[in-house]
């Protein structure tokens, strides 16, 4: 996980995908008092998300008198950077990185530079596509590999040149991978910015479903710069010096006040996911008219051509049109293959080792639960798992695996073999590399039991409970029914009291003086539902709580810097309540279309809000359910196998996972229904109260769309 940011100056955009154009006006000159974040800005809203190592550098291009463009790089060792340099004769480029560091064995500082002077901010990580070592850092593999892309100028459109030459050995042409194709073979979460020195294009992106958050300020009448940022930096320095008269004991604004936030609302918005490249162009080879957008001979500092690109893998372009082959059972009676597993698919699948070639190949030994068919059978009752529910629970096992050994390898080839910590009373804790976020609810008792299959039981898993209404609330009772649950399918950390329920109690006035950092860390959504889900993140991230000890309760705080949240599963397995009503009015195409919807808004609606708020605490989450192998796995499975809404609520919703739970042991939570983070921890209800004066006035409010009144014209 990193902090991410860029701030381009001096360069004037081109290219249809522009919202705003300045007029080509000879007289026209870039200004320098552009209203918005300064790079210092970048600097320190980025360094929670990478609390490990902070550093800065500036590309600065120009045409030369050869009129050829000449480009010079500096790190914030070498230079101050300002804001506007000789009048903007120069194109700048300024990038920033904050890491945390996961992955490889010496300690690797953003922005990377390599010998072709390519300029590299990375914020992400790879699950498959590049092979990455034991003892390496994936940023630095990314890196590498596209230091070897083709930097031909014939991948970009403004160019009349369409035939490329430059990887052309042995009379074969375009034998060669663009950047475009590089970044479509990535597996697994990511965001970067990338300068390309040859072709002196800037690259920047984000994965195809949105899981890192990358924020998007562009060139506007009040700002022509471009930003991206990981995280929005407050405007108007509302962490530093806000008034304190705008600190309310409850979630209220004065009017006086709203300016600060909807000038920072404005600002900001989230970067569609997409590979996107700003190509800066030789003003001796600029054409006079660039499909619709005049230019002239004018010449301010730098022109560059913005476009996108499309994703260049034929499963990611599946994951992005999120079709199903078999929707309605009615249209599919041929459809009759036994789906019932025999005992072979059990042995082989349901009782859950890993198996040896996998184990080797990671450079260690994971270990689950002794190998044990009768214990299995126990777990699934006389009724065998169908073949869906063995392919679901496989690729969700893998998931959870790839997202916990590169950890595991990496802290024992740094020698990090003591598990255990020693505490302020001298006592010793088990270390734990990974935190759930859990509710007791079906998703996170899913990933708990898998992830116990992954981690040596001398390992703590640290399960992250949060409430607003301390013992009483929803979560935190079925979070104390869940690990009583768990204990009794993994009695190895039973009896090492290894699963560790960590208890966040917070109310809205204990955590008023936070508000301005938490509306900068959910901007740009902007309602109560998205302060409300934010703030429940925020502090759950945080693993600050306590720990029930008998009767005793002991102030504990997770050093998890992994958190393992659910994300996914509502909006593919039909978890929601909206799916029921689509379902009961169009049947199950109506009920595919609206979870296609889910889906492809999960970027801008749930990913980098939350992506954002988890990260604050210089902790990376990483979301099983949305693996690229577990997405296709779900869209290859009938829909009526993943859900079945004939059937009632808690039953029928999510059936594959319930399933998939049953099948891991975890009846009690089989039939528990869908309940959102902000209801079961009750900051809904405790916002209602404060905001709209109670629930009932709330509902009829629509408080859940409602725009925080801050915000509100």
Not at 35 to 48: C, R, V, Y
Not at 137 to 165: G, I, W, Y
Not at 546 to 552: S, V
Not at 652 to 657: E, M, P, R, Y
């Amino acid at each position: 996980m990193c902090g991410i940011g860029l701030i381009v100056s001096g360069l004037k955009l081109i290219g249809p995908l522009l919202k705003y154009s300045i007029v080509a006006d000879p007289s026209y000159k870039l200004p320098c008092n552009d209203s918005g974040p300064t790079i210092n800005d970048l600097i320190k809203a980025l360094g929670n998300r990478g609390p490990d190592f902070t550093s800065s550098a500036a590309v600065y291009v120009q045409t030369s008198e050869s009129d050829k463009l000449d480009s010079v790089i500096l790190s914030n060792r070498d230079c101050h950077i300002s804001r506007c340099d000789d009048e903007g004769s120069f194109a700048v480029l300024q990038f920033v990185g904050a890491s945390l560091q996961l992955r490889g064995i010496c300690p690797v500082f953003q922005p990377l530079q390599d010998i072709h002077n390519n300029l590299l901010v990375y914020n992400g990580e790879v699950f498959g596509g590049l092979s990455v070592g034991l003892e390496e850092n994936d940023a630095e593999k990314v890196m590498l590999a596209l230091q070897n892309c083709c930097s031909c100028p014939c991948h970009t459109h403004h160019e009349t040149v369409r035939n490329c030459f430059c990887g052309s050995e042995g009379g074969f042409v375009n034998n060669h991978v663009t950047v475009a194709e590089l970044l479509s073979r990535i597996r697994g979460p990511w965001a970067l910015i990338y300068w390309q020195e040859k072709s002196k294009t800037l690259w920047f992106g984000r994965d195809i479903l949105g899981r890192r958050s990358l924020l998007v300020h562009w060139p506007s009448q009040e700002d022509t710069r471009l930003l991206l940022s990981s995280v929005a930096p407050s405007l108007g320095r509302l962490d530093d010096s806000m008034p304190e008269d705008m600190i309310c004991d409850a979630w209220e604004f004065k009017k006086e006040n709203m300016a600060y936030y909807s000038d920072m609302f404005g600002y900001w918005e989230e970067l569609p996911c997409a590979i996107y490249s700003i190509t800066i162009l030789d003003e001796m080879k600029m054409p006079n008219k660039i499909e619709g957008a005049y230019v002239g001979h004018h010449f301010y500092a730098s022109l560059g051509w913005l476009e996108k690109h499309d994703w260049k893998d034929s499963d990611l372009n599946k994951i992005l049109i999120w079709k199903r082959q078999l929707i309605s059972p009615e249209k599919h009676d041929s459809y009759k293959e036994s789906q019932e597993g025999n005992s072979s698919n059990m042995n082989a699948v349901g009782n859950w080792t890993v198996d040896s070639s996998t184990a080797h190949a990671h450079g260690h030994q994971v270990l689950g639960r002794p190998n044990d068919s009768q214990t299995c059978m126990q777990f699934v009752g006389s009724k065998l798992p169908t073949k869906s529910v063995l392919h679901v629970l496989a690729a969700l096992k893998k998931s959870v695996e790839r997202r916990l050994c590169n950890i595991l390898c990496n802290w024992e080839i740094m020698g990090k073999t003591n598990r255990l910590r020693s505490r302020k009373d001298g006592e010793l804790d088990a270390i734990s590399p990974v935190a759930i976020l859990f509710s007791g609810g079906l998703d996170s008792m899913i990933l708990a039991a898998l992830a116990d299959q992954c981690l040596h039981p001398d390992y703590a898993i640290d399960l992250l409970n949060v409430s607003f209404e301390g013992s009483t609330s929803p979560d935190r009772m079925s979070a104390l029914v869940g690990v009583e649950e768990l204990s009794k399918i993994s009695p190895l950390r039973r009896y090492s009291l290894l699963w560790r329920l960590i208890k966040m109690d917070g109310t809205l006035s204990s955590i008023s003086k936070m508000r301005p950092h938490l509306l900068s860390l959910v901007c740009p959504s902007n309602t109560y539902m998205d302060l409300n889900i934010g703030t429940a993140l925020w502090l759950a991230a945080s693993g600050d709580g306590w720990l029930e000890e008998g009767t005793c309760h002991r102030p504990y705080r997770s050093e998890a810097r992994i958190l393992l949240v659910g994300t996914g599963a509502d909006e593919q397995c039909a978890g929601y309540s909206r799916h029921r009503t689509k379902f009961k009015l169009g049947g199950w195409e109506a009920l595919q279309n609206e979870m296609r919807l889910d889906m492809q808004r999960l970027w801008t609606r749930n990913l980098g809000r939350d992506d954002r708020c988890i990260a604050d605490h210089g902790k990376e989450a990483r979301f099983p359910y949305l693996d690229e192998d577990v997405i296709l796995t779900l869209l290859e499975t009938p829909l009526w196998e993943i859900a079945d809404l004939k059937e009632q609520a808690g039953q029928g919703d999510k059936k594959i996972l319930r399933e998939v739970a049953f099948y891991l042991g975890l009846k009690g939570v089989v039939s528990l229904p869908k309940r959102a983070i902000q209801f079961g921890s009750r900051i809904s209800r405790e916002s209602n109260k404060s905001n709209f004066g109670s629930n009932r006035a709330a509902n009829q409010a629509s408080a859940g769309s409602t725009v925080l009144h801050c915000l509100a014209k």
